[in-house]
């Protein structure tokens, strides 16, 4: 082989590994983009969320006045501390290196319109602001996400869990919550309990009867601590109406109006429907605390022999 030939193969090779050299930088990601916030939205500036998973209804999240509700659960609030560690977590997830340079990386890793684990949209109006597919895991606490618009696949701290598509892993769980040393009395009807010096004692004993301090406590804590497991739609009322009366309570608060809890069984039900004159709302309730206070009488709380 002739040297000029040599020559000319060993200039086509030069060309190739440039124009190779050239491709890899141009498909690379700005340096300057490395390290910063994948998702980069005000979210003061938004006034709806959106997430969405495969085989659920879109979950909506929207701004009302100074809080965020879930408009298809009665505008029922969502949890604030929630909701800030769900923005925090994901407005911290840093940009790296991208795992994916392509769409087909992206297929790969369940970042794409067809496929993916959730998909996280902040809004203004009809304006997106913000628009992020999160998909498999790459190890603990991490999750492989990809803007909308953007054929890069990252993998960033954050968990697909940590935005869920389901409206009750959002409710305010507080919002029949009434803390104990708000409480001056309750009146169950057939007896009542009222604060004294920081305990609670039976209103109205008799001779040689006293509070039995035990019973009282969970008493107490059963009317404090109210749980739910669900918000009810718009059938709400009207269920709640045809249903039987299991008990009913009055809670009276040192500041402001009391609180009367209604609570009835509805048929072909294995939970409660819960009426608060403090809410708007109907809430699904487990049985178990309300038969307890249902079947808590008079005698059950006070000691002696006139306690019946």
């Not at 003061?44 to 100074?66: F, H, Y």
């Not at 298809?72 to 407005?91: C, G, I, R, W």
């Not at 059938?235 to 809670?251: C, E, M, S, T």
Request: charged fraction near 30%; charge should be negative; proline fraction near 6%.
């Amino acid at each position: 082989m002739s040297r000029s030939i040599k020559f000319l193969l060993l200039l086509l090779v030069l060309q190739a590994g440039l124009v190779a050299w050239v491709h890899l930088e141009g498909d690379a990601p700005d340096p300057f983009k490395a390290d910063t916030p994948l998702v980069a939205v005000d979210v003061d500036s938004a006034d709806t969320v959106t997430i969405e998973q495969p085989g659920e209804r879109l979950l909506r999240l929207t701004r009302k006045g100074d809080q965020w509700v879930l408009p298809d659960k009665s505008d029922f609030p969502v949890m604030p501390a929630k909701f800030e560690q769900f923005t925090d977590k994901l407005f911290d997830a840093r940009r790296s290196w991208p795992v994916g340079q392509t769409m087909v990386a992206a297929r790969q890793f369940k970042v794409t319109m067809d496929a993916f684990e959730r998909r996280v949209r902040f809004l203004k109006g009809e304006a997106v602001l913000g628009d992020v597919f999160l998909g498999s895991s790459p190890g603990f606490r991490k999750v492989h996400a990809r803007l909308d618009g953007d054929e890069h696949t990252y993998a960033i701290d954050f968990n697909a869990f940590d935005a869920p598509a389901v409206p009750s892993q959002w409710y305010d769980t507080e919002a029949l919550k009434t803390p104990v040393e708000d409480i001056a009395r309750i009146d169950m009807g057939g007896f009542a309990l009222k604060a004294e010096d920081g305990e609670f004692q039976v209103e109205n004993l008799r001779e040689n009867e006293q509070t039995d301090v035990e019973p009282v406590q969970e008493m107490v804590e059963r009317v404090s601590e109210v749980a739910f497991t669900d918000v009810l739609g718009d059938d709400g009322r009207a269920r709640f109406d045809a249903g039987k009366p299991v008990v009913r309570y009055i809670i009276e608060i040192k500041e402001g109006e009391p609180i009367e809890h209604s609570v009835v069984a509805p048929e072909e039900s294995n939970r409660y429907i819960l009426k608060s004159s403090a809410q708007p709302y109907y809430f699904e309730v487990e049985k178990e605390r309300f038969d307890k206070l249902r079947d808590t009488s008079r005698v059950r709380v006070v000691k002696g022999v006139d306690a019946g």
